[in-house]
């Protein structure tokens, strides 16, 4: 499958992994509608979006903005890419994620609804709004971790919430079969970004590096290309969860 001509929809797409992926299919001719949350990532997805159709002149690069915790938020960001777009929208990723590390006895009722909004909810109605547009013979991905398969404390939030993600996308990738659209999971192993080290100690830092290969956590380069494998040549692969993360954990 070539991505040329393609049109995807990445959200959290403005930084970390989902600028990396972002880059990789600019450079392969695809359209791109690149989703932010926050105001405080709105320079940082503007700045990529120019950068790229610089570079990739030949490709319609659209920004977004978005809080995609409800079904309405969800349906309002499609609707703003199919205005811009055209109906036609062949492939969906969903980087959107939080992280909390805190013992399970310490998670008050708002961090447990928050963690399972951005996590569990959003991920369900993005997946949820992505069957519906996709068109037949394309591709949906989400995003879940590694420590899906860890037997380790203080993550019990960040497990938990992820996941629904790995049931939601198997489920999916069964009922979108006839339509030859697959569903797949990536699971990343710690990645060296922002969004890991705002609650590890340097202990747990070195730890989580000593458990793979070369001592090191995973870089967003490592993870970045399995998303356009799994639209290109591993397109045969469907209802998977891919563990990426130098033997950190494994099942």
């Known amino acids: 499958m070539s991505l040329s001509g393609k049109t995807t929809l990445i959200t959290g797409g403005g930084k ?9 299919f600019a450079a392969e001719g695809t359209n791109l509608a690149l989703h932010y949350n926050s105001a405080s990532t709105q320079k940082a997805a503007e700045a990529l979006a120019a950068d ?6 030949e490709i319609k690069i659209k920004v977004y903005q978005g809080d995609l ?4 938020s969800v349906e309002k960001l499609f ?7 055209g109906p036609k929208l062949d492939i969906v990723i969903n980087t959107v994620g939080m992280v909390l590390k805190k013992p399970l006895v310490e998670i008050s009722e708002q961090e447990y609804d928050t963690m399972f909004a951005i996590n569990s909810k959003a991920a369900f109605f ?7 547009r996709v068109s037949d013979g394309g591709k949906i991905i989400n995003t879940v971790t590694s420590l899906l398969a860890a037997y380790a404390p203080s993550y019990t939030s960040y497990q938990g919430s992820k996941s629904p993600v790995e049931w939601f996308t198997k489920g999916l990738s069964k009922e ?6 697959s569903v797949n999971a990536v699971a ?6 922002p969004f890991f080290y705002g609650q590890e100690t340097p202990e747990a830092v070195a730890f989580h590096k000593s458990n793979a290969i070369g001592g090191r956590l995973t870089d967003i380069k490592d993870i970045a290309p399995i998303y356009k494998f799994l639209c290109t040549e591993g397109a045969w692969i469907n209802g998977q969860t891919i563990f990426a993360n130098g033997g950190y954990t494994s099942r």
């Not at 970390?16 to 880059?23: D, E, Q, R, S, W």
């Open 188 to 193: 990343p192993g710690p990645m060296d970004t």
């Open 69 to 72: 915790t409800t079904a309405s």
């Open 16 to 24: 970390n992994l989902g600028a990396l992926i972002a880059t990789l």
């Open 52 to 57: 790229l159709s610089s570079k990739n002149k």
């Open 79 to 85: 609707d703003r890419v199919a205005a811009d777009f």
């Open 126 to 132: 993005i997946t949820q709004e992505a069957a519906k």
């Open 176 to 181: 979108l079969m006839p339509r030859g659209i």
